[in-house]
């Protein structure tokens, strides 16, 4: 059964940091495109930064570069995203996300980092910046 949950979400004051996981099942993490998406209230659902092996790939939006970091585990098999630096912009919900297309993260045919070309996709975990 393919699963993907989310976790690591809190409230957490401006300039701060949080962790957030997608612990996955199912499927072959290394095989796959893997993205963070999130949403805020109000907002359609965007792209946060997608990862892949096959190519070696990462990319990240221009509103989190340099303060987001996405990562995989395969042996756990769990992505990350490390995420320093956040804003009261940064609150929204956040989403894990798969897809089977290896080379869909960093693919300008589908449109990068476009959340409706992600197949899988997990129930999202809240993230508030506030002070």
């Known amino acids: 059964q393919v699963q993907l949950v989310e976790s690591g979400g809190d409230l957490v004051q401006p300039g701060g940091s949080l962790r957030l996981s997608c612990e996955t099942s199912g499927f072959i993490l290394e095989l796959y495109s893997l993205g963070w998406f999130r949403q805020a209230p109000g907002k359609e659902r965007e792209g946060v930064a997608c990862?892949?092996?096959?190519?070696?790939?990462?990319i990240y939006s221009d509103s989190v570069k340099g303060r987001f970091t996405i990562s995989a585990d395969n042996a756990k098999p769990t992505v990350y995203l490390q995420m320093n630096n956040l804003k009261s912009d940064d609150t929204a919900v956040y989403y894990c996300?798969?897809?089977?297309?290896?080379?869909?993260?960093?693919?300008?045919?589908?449109?990068?980092?476009?959340?409706?070309?992600?197949?899988?996709w997990g129930r999202g975990t809240q993230v508030t910046v506030a002070s």
């Open positions: 990862i892949s092996e096959r190519p070696a790939t990462v």
């Open positions: 996300a798969a897809d089977s297309r290896s080379e869909l993260c960093g693919s300008w045919y589908y449109g990068v980092l476009e959340p409706r070309e992600y197949g899988l």
